[in-house]
């Protein structure tokens, strides 16, 4: 068993950022890929960013790509996201998702574990 807990979501004006926070607990995988999503309501859930554990590969979204960095810190088991110039377009709650791989993958229905979600409101 994996858990994932996020944090760092709030209410936020458009062109602030924000930093949100994912830490894993439970069994260490190998390979171990860890990704970012965000579902709005009435719409479906959708990749933001992936990276994986070692850190050597991570993917963006063409809609954050340039205001948005992935990162993580294995001694915390932690991964963060870093979001800058944020826009009325980017409230959704976040989910942090984990799935052990050799590649890492960008559609939700791959990943195995799943966090609570935080939600995330930018205001025009």
């Known amino acids: 068993q994996v858990q994932l807990v996020e944090s760092g979501g709030g209410l936020v004006e458009a062109g602030d950022s924000l930093r949100l926070s994912c830490a894993a607990s439970?069994?260490?995988?190998?390979?171990?890929?860890l990704g970012w999503f965000r579902q709005a309501p009435g719409k479906e859930r959708e990749f933001v960013a992936a990276?994986?554990?070692?850190?050597?590969?991570?993917f963006y979204a063409d809609s954050v790509k340039g205001r948005v960095t992935v990162s993580r810190d294995n001694a915390k088991n932690t991964v963060n996201l870093q979001m800058h110039s944020l826009k009325p377009e980017d409230t959704a709650v976040y989910y942090c998702?984990?799935?052990?791989?050799?590649?890492?993958?960008?559609?939700?229905?791959?990943?195995?574990?799943w966090g609570q979600g935080t939600q995330v409101t930018v205001s025009s």
């Open positions: 439970g069994r260490t995988f190998s390979n171990y890929v």
């Open positions: 990276i994986s554990w070692s850190g050597e590969t991570t």
């Open positions: 998702a984990a799935r052990s791989g050799a590649v890492v993958r960008l559609t939700p229905a791959w990943y195995e574990y």
